[in-house]
């Protein structure tokens, strides 16, 4: 398996010797980077890319390690042997398989998507450690090992919350996406406006890089957040002319600026700036 890309998503060159370099080592390939840089768009368009079924497992802040493996259910067991029911006998029956023992147990490779791993308690990423590693793990309830019969493509992503433990790291392909530049913004937005005429592209990623630019924001836009905004641009049929912009920075509150700046501070801290501005005129 090797990765070139996809027409839905572009890929740098160092993130696709990233995607490679996992898959040539059999590791996890461990995906940190801005909220917003397409780290979870990428498990799903590799997986496409390469034909393999993509198991997805979004892990909260409540998640537990056991859940990715399985879930024995005793009170069901316990209400069915109440009601006499013949299943009971077969302590399989109340088993809920997690997503590791779907990706161990599929008839074919599979890629799995554990998303925002740092969401989790500090001893998730360690839990999971011999698993991730050996590719097996022990159901007590059953007494049988389950080994995974192909070794699935991992992706791991993290929004940098929390310090991921030294043991952990070292099991994985670390990569780091990092905010695109111009240029690569551009290709992207392609993929997505192949239409969007070359006047209003340049001015909205003038006016875009020059909020995101803005010391001090407590939250800077992404690209997603870039992409949504262009979409509202569209919709209200927004002009170049509309986008206020000077060398120094911008001259105008963007229209629709709630879809990059998400916060108050961040809003009052560019109004801050845009009369400061005036002032100096």
């Known amino acids: ?46 997986a496409a890319s390469l034909g393999l079924p993509l198991l997805q497992w979004h892990i909260k802040s409540s998640t537990k390690a056991q859940q990715g493996l399985y879930e024995y259910d005793a009170v069901s067991r316990l209400r069915d042997s109440q009601l006499g029911e013949e299943k009971v006998k077969h302590i399989e029956n109340y088993i809920n398989k997690g997503v590791l023992w779907q990706a161990f147990d599929a008839e074919q490779p599979v890629a799995l998507l554990i998303d925002e791993i740092d969401k ?44 991921l433990p030294d043991a952990f790291l070292r099991r994985c392909f670390f990569h780091y996406i990092r905010f695109p530049d111009e240029a690569t913004m551009r290709a992207i937005i392609d993929v997505h406006f192949p239409k969007l005429k070359s006047e209003l592209l340049a001015a909205a990623l003038k006016s875009f890089y020059q909020v995101r630019n803005l010391p001090g924001l407590k939250k800077k836009p992404s690209t997603s957040e870039l992409l949504d905004w262009l979409r509202l641009l569209l919709a209200e049929d927004i002009r170049a002319e509309q986008l206020s912009t000077g060398e120094q920075g911008p001259t105008a509150i963007p229209p629709l600026v709630g879809a990059l700046l998400k916060n108050e501070q961040d809003l009052t801290l560019f109004e801050k700036l845009l009369h400061m501005q005036r002032l100096h005129r």
Do not use: W
């Open 1 to 46: 398996m090797k990765f070139t890309g996809s027409q839905n998503y572009v890929a740098t060159d160092d993130l696709r010797l990233a995607v490679n370099a996992a898959i040539a080592l059999q590791r996890p390939l461990l995906l940190k980077g801005e909220p917003g840089t397409g780290k979870t768009l990428l498990a799903e368009e590799v």
């Open 120 to 163: 989790a308690d500090i001893e998730f990423p360690n839990d999971l450690l011999r698993e991730l590693d050996r590719m097996e793990f022990h159901c007590y309830e059953t007494r049988q090992t389950i080994k995974a019969r192909h070794r699935p493509l991992v992706f791991i992503t993290s929004n940098n919350e929390k310090e």
